[in-house]
C-alpha cells in the first residue's frame, strides 16, 4: 500500500514544478540583465545583498541609469555608468527609464529629427542625465532639460543596442 502512495506523490511533484515554473515566469519577473534608474538622492551600493554587507558606495543623483545584472531576493546587483558595482534594496530602483552621456563625452548636438543632417536643437555635454523616451533603429528620442531630440545610441548609456522603446 504504501508504493501507490509514494507514485500518487510523484506524479503530484512531477506535475507541481512545471506549474510553479510557469506561475513565476507569469508572476511579471523581468529579464537580467536590463537597464533601470535610481529612485532617490541617496542610495547606498552594498557589497552583498543584505543590510548586514557592507556599504562601497553611495549614489547622491536621483534618476541615474543603472544596469541590473543580477537579483537576489529583493536585493538587485547593479553596474553604474563607470563600471561600479554593487547591490541595492529593489525599493530603491524606478522602472523609469534614463540615459546618461559618458563622463568622458565631448559635447554632442540633440538634434530635432532622427538624421544626422538634421538641425541642432540643443548641446549635451558629458554626465548629463535624461529621459529616455523612444528609439527607432540606431537612434533614439530623449528629453535633456526639456529639450526633446535624437542621439545616436552609440552617444548616451541606458539602453541595449537591439532594444525596442516605444
Request: hydrophobic share 40%; glycine share 8%; charged share 20%.
Amino acid at each position: 500500500m504504501k508504493r501507490p502512495c509514494r507514485s500518487i506523490l510523484a506524479i503530484m511533484l512531477c506535475c507541481w514544478m512545471p506549474l510553479q515554473q510557469t506561475f513565476a515566469a507569469s508572476a511579471g519577473r523581468l529579464p537580467v540583465p536590463r537597464f533601470a534608474s535610481l529612485r532617490s538622492a541617496q542610495i547606498n551600493l552594498r557589497r552583498g545583498p543584505g543590510t548586514q554587507y557592507p556599504i562601497d558606495w553611495v549614489f547622491v543623483r536621483a534618476g541615474l541609469p543603472v544596469e541590473i545584472i543580477s537579483e537576489f531576493e529583493t536585493w538587485r546587483k547593479i553596474r553604474d555608468v563607470e563600471g561600479a558595482e554593487g547591490w541595492v534594496h529593489q525599493s530603491m530602483l524606478s522602472g523609469k527609464r534614463s540615459v546618461m552621456t559618458p563622463p568622458s563625452q565631448n559635447v554632442i548636438n540633440l538634434l530635432k529629427n532622427p538624421d544626422q543632417n538634421s538641425p541642432s536643437i540643443a548641446k549635451v555635454g558629458a554626465s548629463v542625465v535624461g529621459q529616455l523616451l523612444s528609439c527607432k533603429g540606431s537612434w533614439c528620442r530623449v528629453n535633456f532639460q526639456n529639450h526633446k531630440g535624437w542621439l545616436r545610441r552609440i552617444h548616451f548609456w541606458g539602453v541595449y543596442q537591439d532594444e525596442t522603446i516605444k
